[in-house]
Structure formats: C-alpha cells, structure tokens
C-alpha cells in the first residue's frame, strides 16, 4: 500500500496530552494518517513526580480505557503510549498494579522482578496502553535537576539487572519497552525542557555509564528514545534526538535495529533555536522515526510542515516515508 506525504507526515509523529481531552484534535489526526498518541501528565505532576489528587480521585480506568477506545474507532493500529517509569513517574497509578519500588527492587531475583512488571504492563495493556515510555536507562550522576527521582541507580550494572527485567516483563505483556534516554544522561546543570544545556561528560565514561542500553538491546527493546541536549563529546552542535553521529552512534556501534524515538522537541536544548517544524525535520534527517511533540490545534500545521520539507527535498521523502513505515510496523505489531 503506498501513502501520500500527507499520511507519512502524521504518521512518524507522537504527539502528547495532558489530559484525557484530546478527541477533537487527534480523530482527525489518526483519520489523516497519525498512528500514535502519548497520554501524558501536566507539568506539575512531572515535576512533583506524582499525578495529582484531582486526576487520583476523577481519572478511573473506565474513563481512560473509553478514551482510547474512541481512537481505536478511527485506527485500530494505534500506538498508545504513557511515560510508566520504576522509581519515577508513573502516569498509571492508582489505576494499575504500581511497578517495583526500587530499594526492594535490587534486591529482587531477575524472575521476580521481570513477573512484577509483567503484572503492571498487563494490567495497562487492558486499559488500551501499548507502550511505556520506559525504562530510564540513565546511570545517576552528581547533578542532574532533569532526572531527580527518576534515575534507578548509580551503578552501570545494577541498572542494568533491572532495566534487563523491565524490558522482558513489559514486553512479555504486550506493551513495547522505549528505553531512555541514549546514550545516557548522568550529569546535567539544569532542566533541558527549560533550559539550552548540554551534556559535557566525556565519552569514556558514556559509553561505561551505557551497559543498561546494551542490557536493553539484549533483552529485546523494541524502541530506544534519545536524550533532549548535545552530547558535547559526540556532537557539540545537536541534540541526541537531532544528531546524525549520536544516532549513527546507537545504530553502529551497539548493533539496535529497532524504532528510535525522539524525546520531545519542544524542549530548548532540542530546538536550540529553531522553529519547531525545522526540528522535526532535522530529527528526522538524523534517523530517528517516531517524533515526540506536544499536541493540540497546532498538529496540523507541523504535518503540514514536515511534508512541504519533503517536497522541496529539506528531508528526502525516502526518509519520510522510511521513518512513517517503521511506526505503522510497530503498531502493527501491537
């Protein structure tokens, strides 16, 4: 079956909302050709990493599961993602078995804890969810405000172990593993989401820091999310989610042939000045395939945006459509 640019354009994007209000602006988008959607929480709930009282005792999971279900009318391939982390946010809760937490976690058997996680994706497949942006597979530095109460550890390999389990047992469930955020994060001065900064750390330690992503690519991950800031001893210039050498980087030398997600492209050190549009299209040029954004009224104009660049050849429409396929296979999958 072949797709227009038009169709393409929806479909490599995996636009986010903060609410359970989002039908008006994505029954159009998945009529067009969109395949995906991120449910997430407000900024308030990111920061605090917890949902809100209000969402807690309103949000049931009747409710959430007949949101998706009205999408599912317009595209039953449907990626639906949520951000489900161990020991970080976890968008679910109160409406699925919590995930391990993590000072018990470490000291669980890789069976145990890989059941564990089976038992909370499985629960979220019922609701509709198909994929947990997770597990952060960043090993903890000195200084890091972005990930604070998110990272799972200080030590390669005992991330590793439970990244290992989280991939096997979500996966096992039918939900797909987005590890994150490559090639890892340790150190950073400030919030990316809010701040044009960069990751300094050489790569020596990067690529020590990186086992939890091998341990990942092992277990079978189906999709891999790069980091939101330049990785300076890589590439100074470019986010990881806009770098062609970080990318290269992933799908050279740790062999990962499966869907690259970007993180979300709005964020300062990701845009680094750009307009939005100009972003997608250089995430998409550096190889990534599925591309995180916030959603609202303005999504058509982003498509509207990203196809106009391949007409006029800014991004090939062999990589459009490229990136655009890669997603419908996954989703096809689900």
């Not at 078995?97 to 069976?111: C, K, M």
């Not at 090993?139 to 991939?167: E, I, S, Y």
């Not at 091998?214 to 999709?223: E, H, K, V």
């Not at 991004?315 to 890669?326: F, I, P």
Request: charge should be negative; glycine fraction near 8%; proline fraction near 5%.
């Amino acid at each position: 079956m072949s797709y227009s640019l038009d169709q393409d354009a929806r479909a490599v994007l995996l636009p986010a909302f903060d609410s359970l209000d989002f039908a008006a602006v994505m029954e159009p988008f998945l009529e067009q050709g969109g395949h995906a959607l991120l449910i997430g929480e407000t900024r308030d709930e990111y920061v605090a990493r917890t949902m809100s009282e209000t969402r807690l005792s309103t949000e049931t999971a009747s409710i959430f599961r007949a949101a998706i279900e009205r999408l599912l009318a317009k595209c039953p391939s449907l990626i639906v993602a949520v951000d489900e982390e161990m020991g970080g946010i976890q968008r679910l809760q109160g409406l699925v078995p919590p995930l391990p937490a993590l000072p018990g976690a470490t000291s669980l058997s890789d069976h145990a804890l890989t059941e564990l996680c089976f038992r909370t994706a499985n629960a979220a497949r019922e609701l509709g969810v198909t994929m947990f942006l997770a597990p952060i597979a960043d090993v903890a530095g000195t200084q890091n405000p972005w990930l604070h109460n998110r990272q799972m550890g200080t030590d390669p390999v005992t991330v590793a172990k439970l990244v290992n389990a989280f991939v096997k047992g979500v996966q096992k469930a039918g939900v797909s593993a987005v590890t994150k955020h490559f090639p890892g994060f340790d150190n950073l001065a400030a919030d990316p989401a809010l701040v044009d900064v960069a990751l300094h750390t050489t790569l020596e330690r990067i690529l020590h820091n990186a086992l939890p992503f091998q341990a990942a690519i092992d277990a079978g991950t189906r999709a891999i999310m790069m980091g939101p800031a330049p990785v300076a001893a890589v590439d100074a210039e470019d986010a990881a989610s806009t770098s062609p050498t970080v990318i290269a980087l992933l799908r050279q030398q740790f062999g990962f042939r499966g869907l690259i997600v970007s993180d979300d492209l709005d964020a300062p050190a990701t845009m680094r000045g750009r307009s939005l549009v100009e972003t997608a299209v250089a995430s998409l040029n550096a190889g990534a395939d599925l591309l995180l954004v916030s959603g609202g009224p303005h999504l058509g104009d982003l498509c509207d945006g990203i196809a106009a660049a391949a007409r006029s050849g800014t991004v090939s429409t062999e990589r459009l459509s490229d990136a655009a396929n890669r997603v419908r296979q996954h989703a096809a999958l689900l």
